[in-house]
């Protein structure tokens, strides 16, 4: 299995900063594509970012030009920089990765349990 460890969440003024983690740990062999996802109050989860190993990246429309996404396949690790935070980027931010674990002969998906994001007007 693959366990999924996000920090960096909390409560920050609009135009503000703040930047995500994500460390994966278990026992598995790869990891292919990490990224990140949110999910607003009454609104269906949706990607934000992913990076996968080579680095090659894929940003939702609203992240372009102000989020970065980041990994250190060595510490097998995702970040997210968040820059020129809005009220409508407030959501709970979901860190997931495609990964193939010892014992299941198959790539698949794994969820963090979240880290809440609130930006204040």
Do not use: H
């Not at 931010?93 to 007007?121: L, R």
């Amino acid at each position: 299995q693959v366990q999924l460890v996000e920090s960096g969440g909390g409560l920050v003024q609009a135009g503000g900063s703040l930047r995500l983690s994500c460390a994966a740990s278990g026992s598995f062999f790869s990891i292919n594509r990490m990224g990140w996802y949110r999910q607003a109050p009454g609104k269906q989860r949706e990607l934000v970012a992913a990076i996968t190993t080579s680095g090659t990246t894929n940003y939702a429309d609203s992240a372009k030009g102000r989020f970065t996404i980041s990994r250190d396949n060595a510490k097998n690790t995702v970040y997210l920089q968040m820059n020129s935070l809005k009220p409508d980027d407030t959501a709970v931010y979901y860190c997931n990765c495609n990964a193939y674990v010892s014992g299941s002969y198959s790539w698949n998906d794994y969820w963090g349990q979240g880290t809440q994001v609130t930006v204040s007007a």
